[in-house]
Structures are given as C-alpha cells and as structure tokens.
C-alpha cells in the first residue's frame, strides 16, 4: 500500500507539495516540500500508518490505526509569533480526514484527566487568526497530563521563543509521543495515551536551512514522561540523544542531512 497523501486547503493558505519519492543515504524518502520538513521527512519500516497532512503552518504524519499523530514538524522563527489572540472555542476535529476515519473531538477528553496538548504551541502561530486555529485540530493534540503540558513541557516552549525572539534563531521541531502502553483515555480504546513525549529541536541562525547543517549545529531532543509530579522539572533535566529517540519510536529523523553528520549529531 503506498503512503497516504494529503494536500489541505486551509482558508486562504495552501502548501503546494511534491511527495515524488527520493534517494538519500540509500534510503528513499518521500518527497514533501515544505519548509516544515526541510531537513527530512521522517519515516519507519511501515508506511502504511502515515497519513501526511501538509498545512501551510506544520506537516504531521497521522496513524489511522492509533487515531493519533506519529509526529508533527514545523519550522519556527520570530516572524511566527504575532498579536493574534489565542483561539477560545472547543478545540476542532479534523475534518479533512478520509471519510470513514474516526474524527476525534474535543469532548473525547473531557473529565479524562489529561489534557489537550498541543505539539505545534498556540503561540507559536500568531501570526494570523488561520495559523491559530491551525494549532487547535485535534491531529495536533495528544493527551498530557497537566503536570507534563503546563509545566515542563511548556518551560522548553518558552525556551524555543526565547530563541526566536532574543536571539534570532531558526529552529526546526519535530515532536510527538511515545507508546509502549495500549493505554487509552478512559480506557475507551479510542484515544492513546503516550508513555512519554518527545521533542527534537535542530538551532540555527536565522535564514539557515539544509545545506547549513554541520557537525557543529545545536540540536536539542528531549523526552519527557507523561506523568504528574514534575510540573516544576527544567527541560534540561530531560535532554537525551536524537538515537535514543529513533530506537523508542523506530522513526528515522534527519534524513535529509548527510549520513556522516546526522551519525554526529543524533549520537551527541
């Protein structure tokens, strides 16, 4: 079965992409031309459960089997970042879905206990009320519990704008959860549960992109575990390598760059 494909039209914004595949360190990778995706398109062994949804403001891969994104990848700078007002209504199934596809919805996590998490942050698209509202589809949420979204989580989120917006840096995110529990939201077997979160955080200046990644660029990954109890846990205390990563999720990230620097990087 070939990967799923999707081109979305978001109101007055649409991201036109190619997803002719590629060849890259032996490896062919499907091609999606995306600033959000520029240092690789992540892939695993399986194809079948990634159902790319390409927006002007994030690329995810969506799992049909796990109502759940395997992982969202957005670009961020300080031109993202705006005086839009956060968006206040319930938070919006994606609609855009193939028909037949479960839709999950807001009320799905009402009294769960876990939050609606937000992999791309509201804030980080203010730029325009669309690239808000973008952020509240629930392909962009997973549950977290409180302790995990409002607090640890968040501090690296505060940390991403401080690079943006005090020191002028392009940063290249890819996030999304890892699951080794069939644990579900209220054990209704709908929603997924991540045992932990991930985030992986490439640093560059402003206006650097593929062809600047060295064995010297800053790369930041993280995974938090999604419990209660750590609310006032630094990010830092979470820092592991970009390998690590790859083993839980078995997702290869970084493709793009060149063997012999990714091996430094994701090791590091």
Known sequence: MRTLITFLLFFAFACHSSTEPIKNNNITLPKINSIHTALGVPTDNDSTDDYYIIRYQYVISYNHNKNSCNWVAWNLNADWYGDVE????NFKKDTTLPTGWYQVKHEDYTNSGYDRGHM???EERTKTVTDNLST?????ILPQRPDLNRGVWLDLEYYCEDLCKKQN???YIVAGGIFH????????????????????IVVMNRGQGLKDVTTSTEVIAVVMPNIDGISK???SKYKTTIRRIESSTGYDFLNSVSKEVQNILENR
């Open 86 to 89: 956060r968006y206040s209504g």
């Open 120 to 122: 791309v942050r509201s």
């Open 136 to 140: 509240f589809f629930m392909t962009n």
């Open 169 to 171: 840096k392009e940063l």
């Open 181 to 200: 529990s069939d644990s579900t939201l209220m054990g209704k077997g709908i929603v997924p549960v991540p045992d932990s979160c991930f985030k992986i």
């Open 233 to 235: 846990d630094k990010w």
